[in-house]
């Protein structure tokens, strides 16, 4: 049977309840039924929960506009009518008077069941013939069945089909109801999450207009309130001197923090609470903030747990996208740091390397011509400190670009760790003249090697001493520990010093994050963090505030045998070279010089590139070691002037440049000696060209 012949049989049916499963309450599906006692010819009376008069004429009243016009529908408020039933009389009265057969009753879903009754009771007392429309959800299975004995028949409605129902099968009756029941709960559920992925949809195209953070929390604590019909909300933020606290407040401050447990886990997306006569949702967006929206227990509360989660999830990627935002924008001013680190190390470099050189170079002199222990032990010391301090120089520039690194290879970590100590003896002396005493605990147990750079690891360990110092402007002591773990070496140094706090702690491995004001320039623990990664091993670092803090490396054990050499042989061997040496800087000149006098056949030395041309047109030279940079002609240019003439002769350049020189080929320039070098190099750089 087709639908429109069993609305024709509903309409000669008397006393009609109508179950509609409709998502959406459509006057559409109600007009038929109006319709249906219009064309019996009796008048039809729309009886409604309430009457809009605030200006804005709903859909229904424009579709009955003109029946009421006609006099065909009469529309009234139920409250109205329980208040003055005499008027339903009166219309039947006048509606016979106007020529229709009688006047019936077209009820719309009223909310309170007893006002229901009370009006289903009137007109059964005076015969009156009735639709009562309500959707399937709008009343308890309990009072649907209750309610049934005013019927004589039931009709369950979709927007395809009807289906009429007698009211007597009372059992079978509320199996269809409770079946139908969840079916549209459930349909009603994915329709409310669609209709709100919607309306969250088009308020988050908007977010990229929100400027700040702040911005955006306040007006989505607003948007989530319209869209649930919350009576009120804000927003609580976690910080550690008054742990939550309430901002961006809509309605009255109900106080939660004070009342309601907010230590929520991660997996608690939504949590339910209640504080007096309102019900609290919260939504879990991250471990420093909560969004909450309170609820009138009395009025009808907004319970689609999963809209909450949509809105919960859509609040935390916003807050992560703001985040990195702020995260790249931070790394933009990091790289424009970096590259103006990199042009100013650049020449920083080339010109400190030239001091290191001279140092290094002297150093190694005398390491030659000096046998006694002690004094040594101190040129050894100093030896290292200048590598050391040109090996710091590409660790900064290490940040901007790609440059050589030395071959690792296998050493003893305590020896390491005894060579930082005494590198920084100077340091605690200096403290120790002027009343602070540091005292240093050694408890080297480590067994094994570690396979890497022994300057960079030394510079880490010198760093951490360095700023444990710092962190003891009244003195204290500092554990430096050493010991197996598996396959690991760990390394702990641990101070009695002021102590960080947790956000400090947090972002000490940063680039630039520094805690010393003008002293400091936060590149000493990013650069520490890098080397330990590039050794495959591990840095963390405890504080108590304080108390003192504590780095505990762990770096990957190597198996590899290290011999250990007491005592170097610094004999020279004597090659049969011709050298001609050409630096601007006379102490770079002069050292480079005296290291190749007791080791090559003879020497000469220039201090520009043009002099360097005169002298070698008047002799018969076998290696030129030319500096790079040089005013009027560098080093490339003057290989370039020297190939062309005399092309047997080998060249060298050295560098304190870092990195590679790209204008550089074998053709040209035979090998690159980086400043600062000493005898060890130079023997290399002889080996290779002999």
């Not at 009395?298 to 859509?314: Q, R």
Request: hydrophobic fraction near 40%; include cysteine.
């Amino acid at each position: 049977m087709s639908v429109n012949k069993k609305l024709k049989f509903v309409g000669h049916l008397k006393n009609v309840m109508i179950l509609s499963s409709q998502l959406e309450k459509s006057f559409h599906y109600i007009m038929r039924y109006i319709n249906l006692v219009l064309n019996e010819g009796s008048r039809a009376i729309l009886i409604i929960n309430r009457i809009n008069n605030n200006g804005n004429i709903p859909d229904y009243q424009i579709q009955i506009e003109n029946y009421i016009k006609q006099n065909k529908v009469v529309l009234l408020e139920i409250e109205e009518i329980l208040k003055n039933t005499d008027k339903l009389l009166e219309i039947r009265e006048e509606s016979l008077k106007l020529g229709f057969k009688d006047a019936k009753l077209v009820i719309w879903s009223p909310k309170k069941l007893d006002n229901k009754i009370k009006l289903l009771d009137f007109a059964t007392k005076h015969r009156y013939e009735y639709f009562c429309y309500y959707n399937v959800i709008d009343l308890p299975v309990k009072s649907i069945l209750e309610l049934s004995s005013y019927y004589k028949a039931i009709v369950f409605e979709d927007e395809y089909d009807i289906e009429i129902y007698s009211n007597k099968k009372i059992k079978e009756l509320e199996l269809i109801v409770e079946s139908l029941q969840s079916s549209v709960r459930s349909k009603k559920k994915t329709y409310e999450n669609v209709k709100a992925l919607e309306k969250l949809n088009k308020f988050l195209t908007s977010v990229n207009k929100i400027e700040s953070l702040d911005e955006f929390l306040h007006k989505f604590v607003r948007f989530l309130m319209v869209m649930t019909h919350a009576s009120g909300g804000g927003i609580l933020t976690y910080s550690e001197e008054t742990k939550f606290k309430a901002s961006h407040l809509v309605g009255e401050d109900l106080e939660i923090q004070n009342h309601i447990d907010l230590n929520l886990k991660e997996n608690e997306i939504v949590k339910e609470a209640y504080i007096n006569e309102e019900k609290v949702i919260l939504l879990n967006i991250d471990k420093f903030t909560i969004m909450y929206l309170t609820f009138k227990t009395n009025e009808n509360i907004y319970e689609n747990e999963d809209v909450f989660k949509i809105a919960t999830y859509s609040a935390r990627n916003i807050l992560n996208a703001f985040l990195e935002r702020v995260k790249n924008d931070s790394i933009l001013a990091q790289n424009e740091k970096l590259n103006a680190l990199g042009e100013i190390s650049s020449g920083i470099a080339h010109d400190f390397n030239n001091i290191l050189a001279s140092v290094s170079g002297y150093v190694s002199l005398s390491l030659v011509k000096n046998n006694d222990k002690s004094v040594r032990e101190y040129l050894e010391i100093i030896k290292k400190a200048s590598l050391d301090g040109a090996e710091m120089l590409r660790r900064i520039q290490e940040f901007t670009k790609d440059i050589r690194k030395e071959e690792k290879h296998s050493f003893d970590i305590d020896s390491i760790i005894k060579i930082a100590l005494s590198m920084i003896h100077t340091r605690i002396s200096e403290r120790k003249s002027c009343g602070i005493d540091i005292n240093i605990v050694k408890d080297l147990r480590a067994k094994g090697n570690i396979k890497g750079r022994e300057s960079e690891l030394r510079e880490v360990i010198i760093n951490i001493l360095n700023n444990a110092i710092d962190a003891m402007p009244d003195g204290g002591e500092i554990n430096v520990v050493s010991y197996n773990k598996e396959d690991t070496i760990v390394i702990e140094i641990i101070d009695s010093g002021s102590g960080m706090t947790k956000e400090v702690l947090a972002r000490i491995f940063d680039p630039f994050f520094s805690t010393k004001g003008v002293n400091g320039n936060g590149i000493g623990l990013s650069v520490s963090y890098k080397i330990i990664k590039d050794h495959k091993g591990t840095i963390v670092a405890e504080s108590t505030l304080g108390v003192g803090s504590k780095f505990i490396i762990e770096l990957p054990r190597e198996n590899e045998e290290v011999i250990h050499i007491e005592q170097v042989d610094e004999s020279l061997d004597k090659y049969d070279f011709n050298v001609l040496v050409v630096d601007d800087k006379a102490a770079v000149a002069v050292a480079t010089g005296e290291i190749l006098k007791s080791m090559v056949s003879e020497v000469s030395i220039c201090f520009s590139g043009q002099e360097a041309l005169e002298s070698i047109s008047k002799n018969d030279y076998d290696i030129i070691i030319s500096d790079l940079a040089m005013p009027n002609m560098n080093g490339i240019e003057l290989a370039k002037r020297v190939k062309e003439d005399y092309p047997d002769i080998k060249f060298v350049i050295m560098t304190g440049w870092l990195g590679d020189i790209d204008e550089c080929n074998d053709n040209i320039v035979k090998y690159i000696l980086e400043k600062p070098f000493g005898i060890e190099e130079i023997k290399e750089l002889l080996e290779r060209l002999k």
